[in-house]
């Protein structure tokens, strides 16, 4: 069956500029999370949610980052005012459940944004 | 507060040869823990991971892990590298509490290298 796909794979944009980054998570997965992964470096957790509701919107580092997920299926993460430290991978993961004992996340092959 | 460090940032070894990969964690609270791979422009993909039933834990493609709690350790094996196994690997954490997000916080990854 389908994995989760992200698109667009590769962004470049010039410093300032608004980007969209979007996630199809599996068919039927409750739970969406983001993650940014600068280059040489684990990812790290940006934002969550269960089905449309954003529960952890902790590690989104500044109000220039939103995401949301207005159905419950498809989400998007948006950067505005892009900079050249918002440079990294962008990775989506979906799971069933909330719960990492059972459910595995399954991650997308990211968004390479690039800012020049 | 959970954290993970990956002791080696790249390690290299012969087709053939034992493959350990080091990972310790800290965290208040008994740890789920896992392992990922990740290919070259690709998601990172479940190797294994402990939910707290058997400290040894098999995962795909011939790896293991053993949790030690006294260590706080939970090093991934190989007996035997393929080639194919050359690629980042990423220990993970996530809190057993119930009302996180169960978000994942990762370490910084061990490039492997497998040298004919």
């Known amino acids: 069956g389908a994995g989760v796909s992200q698109s667009p794979r590769y962004k470049v944009a010039k410093r300032g500029q608004d980007v969209a980054l979007r996630c199809d998570p599996i068919?039927?997965?409750?739970?969406l999370f983001w993650y940014q992964q600068a280059l040489g470096q684990g990812p790290e957790f940006l934002t969550y949610?269960?089905?449309?509701?954003?529960?952890?919107k902790s590690g989104l580092p500044s109000d220039r980052f939103f995401a949301e997920r207005p159905e419950g299926s498809v989400s998007t993460l948006k950067i505005q005012r892009t900079q050249q430290e918002d440079s990294a991978v962008y990775l989506c993961?979906?799971?069933?459940?909330?719960?990492?004992?059972?459910?595995?996340?399954?991650f997308g092959p990211g968004t390479r944004l690039t800012v020049t | 507060a959970q954290s993970v460090t990956q002791l080696g940032s790249h390690v290299s070894v012969s087709e053939g040869a034992l493959v350990l990969l080091r990972c310790n964690y800290s965290s208040s609270v008994p740890p789920y823990l896992f392992w990922y791979v990740q290919y070259p422009n690709q998601g990172l993909q479940l190797l294994l991971k402990?939910?707290?039933?058997?400290?040894l834990v098999k995962g795909i493609n011939g790896f293991e892990a053993e949790f030690k709690k006294s260590e706080t350790s939970f090093h991934l094996t190989k007996p035997s590298a393929h080639m194919s196994d050359a690629a980042e690997y990423f220990c993970a954490v996530s809190l057993l509490s119930s009302g996180s997000a169960r978000q994942l916080t990762f370490g910084s990854g061990t490039q492997l290298t497998v040298l004919p």
């Open positions: 402990y939910t707290s039933a058997a400290t």
């Open positions: 068919s039927g997965h409750v739970s």
């Open positions: 949610f269960q089905n449309e509701a954003q529960l952890d």
């Open positions: 993961a979906s799971s069933l459940n909330p719960s990492p004992g059972v459910y595995e996340q399954y």
